[in-house]
T-cell receptor
């Protein structure tokens, strides 16, 4: 069954700290993996996208990693800011680019 | 803003009402999507239009009826909905069913 599992479901950290969010997937065939950020009351916004041959990609303080062998990805946030409070969603594309398998997301709360 | 607008932002309707959700994209894209997002659940793809032709209909109940009059506009017509249809409805667009989808802010729908 094509699935994307994310952990933890929610996370609270202090401003300035680092954190890592996890994504495990069982999706076949695999085309690419994306991380989206969704602020409360808004639609998701793309952070990174990685294909099979890429194992790391950065976007400012966000760094995503991909291990296609173990089918795992992580999103590392460095020096967190209050504006990082959001849900972070892992999405895997299988074959056709609009056939996306969405994770349920990790809700991240940054406290001052 | 992502260049995708949705109206209304909030909608409360009774089970016997008929209403429509509107999405407009200003990005020159030719593919548009409707998603349903329920609390703590992954996004569910409902409909996909490419060049104004429907290419995906993911077993969505007939009480949801999409319409794509041109490549910039997408509607979701609602009638005789159920309380379990209460959710955030997100519209997205992309260039030719491409990798990156740009999302609107969503319509928060409550069915009483």
């Amino acid at each position: 069954k094509n699935q994307v599992e994310q952990s933890p479901q929610s996370l609270i950290i202090l401003e300035g700290k680092n954190c890592t969010l996890q994504c495990n997937y069982t999706v076949s065939p695999f085309s690419n993996l994306r991380w989206y950020k969704q602020d409360t009351g808004r639609g998701p916004v793309s952070l990174t996208i990685m294909t099979f041959s890429e194992n790391t990609k950065s976007n400012g303080r966000y760094t995503a990693t991909l291990d296609a062998d173990t089918k795992q990805s992580s999103l590392h946030i460095t020096a967190s800011q209050l504006s990082d409070s959001a849900s972070y969603i892992c999405v895997v594309s299988r074959g056709s680019n609009y056939q996306l398998i969405w994770g349920a997301g990790t809700k991240l709360i940054i406290k001052p | 803003e992502t260049g995708v607008t949705q109206t209304p932002r909030h909608l409360v309707m009774g089970m016997t009402n008929k209403k429509s959700l509107k999405c407009e994209q200003h990005l020159g894209h030719n593919a548009m999507y409707w998603y349903k997002q329920s609390a703590k659940k992954p996004l569910e793809l409902m409909f996909v239009y490419s060049l104004e032709e429907r290419v995906e209909n993911n077993s969505v109940p007939s009480r949801f009826s999409p319409e794509c009059p041109n490549s910039s506009h997408l509607f979701l017509h609602l009638h005789t909905l159920q309380p379990e249809d209460s959710a955030l409805y997100l519209c997205a667009s992309s260039q030719e069913l491409a990798v990156i989808q740009f999302f609107g802010p969503g319509t928060r729908l409550t069915v009483l």
